[in-house]
């Protein structure tokens, strides 16, 4: 159980690297901040419900309810606007692999931080 608590402590702060917390400090309704999440950061809809409820102080018990109603909205495009240059190498293109397989990420948003121009 430990360890269960340790990887969801884990998954529950990778959103914060991709996603900077003082950039979003401006959203207080956790359903629009994590309907921007999804569509402009690229997050999957459940870690963009998870870090919603975390920026706005909610109850980690919302996150659920965010969750469905983001998958009710939609999934973002599948292919996100390409970088201006390589966004990451080395140790964050590894957090943005393991993030993308844990679901905390879309596909799309590895693809764009891997991608070179």
Not at 53 to 62: A, H, I, K, M, V
Not at 63 to 77: E, I, N, S
Not at 99 to 107: D, P, S, V
Request: glycine share 6%; hydrophobic share 40%; net charge negative.
């Amino acid at each position: 159980a430990r360890e269960e608590d340790q990887e969801q402590r884990a998954n529950g702060f990778a959103p914060s690297f991709l996603a900077p917390s003082p950039q979003l400090a401006a959203h207080r309704d956790p359903l629009a901040l994590a309907r921007h999440l999804v569509d402009d950061w690229w997050l999957s809809a459940d870690a963009a419900s998870w870090y919603a409820c975390n920026l706005t102080d909610r109850s980690q018990t919302e996150a659920p309810g965010l969750r469905r109603h983001l998958k009710m909205c939609g999934d973002p495009p599948d292919e996100p606007p390409l970088p201006d240059g390589r966004l990451a190498d080395g140790l964050i293109g590894n957090l943005a692999d393991e993030a993308g397989e844990k679901n905390l990420i879309t596909a799309a948003r590895v693809a764009e931080i891997r991608r070179t121009s």
